[in-house]
């Protein structure tokens, strides 16, 4: 088929394609817009009347006169607070000295005697034992390191079972240490 448009024209005829093709896209993009809106109007709604209603029960809430606490409720405030900072005092310093007796088994265990198990208790007569579980490579490194915490003034008595001794090599060991 023979093309009997000019070029010029041609040229027109696409531009003014392209224009209605641009025209078209805003429309419907409008369009989109449009029905995005009225879609969303309803939420917008509830939205601003669930502000209303929580802004006028805050206005309703803060106009309420406060009651002032009587005397006797200030006195039980007051004697459990103490009775909790007590507490608190108690707890704080039972780690405290915790914390010191493990550094102090820490510090004196050799690197060859392994560690398993660290263990605290209060016995009846309110001494503090610390229990310690572990592996020694021989007799002679656990003899040293019973000496060595028995050497240490945090420990009063340093119990290390005979039973301990039966091996020769790879010992498992339990020690008991109360601590002063």
Do not use: H
Request: glycine share 4%; hydrophobic share 45%.
């Amino acid at each position: 088929m023979i093309n009997l448009l000019p070029t010029e024209e041609k040229k027109r005829i696409l531009n003014e394609y392209r224009f209605r093709v641009l025209t078209f896209s805003f429309y419907m993009i409008g369009v989109c817009f449009c029905i995005a809106g009225i879609a969303l109007l309803p939420s917008y709604f509830l939205v601003s009347l669930k502000e209303n209603i929580a802004n006028q029960k805050f206005i309703y809430i803060t106009s309420l006169p406060v009651s002032q606490p009587d005397k006797e409720t200030m006195g039980v405030i007051k004697d459990i607070n103490t009775k909790i900072s007590t507490i608190n005092d108690i707890e704080t310093k039972k780690f405290l000295v915790l914390e010191n007796a493990f550094d102090q088994v820490i510090l004196q265990k050799m690197p060859d005697i392994k560690i398993i198990e660290l263990g605290f208790n209060i016995n009846k007569d309110g001494a503090k034992e610390i229990s310690v579980r572990g592996f020694a490579p021989n007799r002679e490194r656990l003899l040293i390191f019973r000496q060595a915490l028995e050497s240490d003034s945090s420990f009063v008595k340093v119990d290390l079972p005979i039973s301990n001794f039966v091996k020769e090599k790879n010992i498992n060991f339990n020690l008991t240490l109360i601590s002063a």
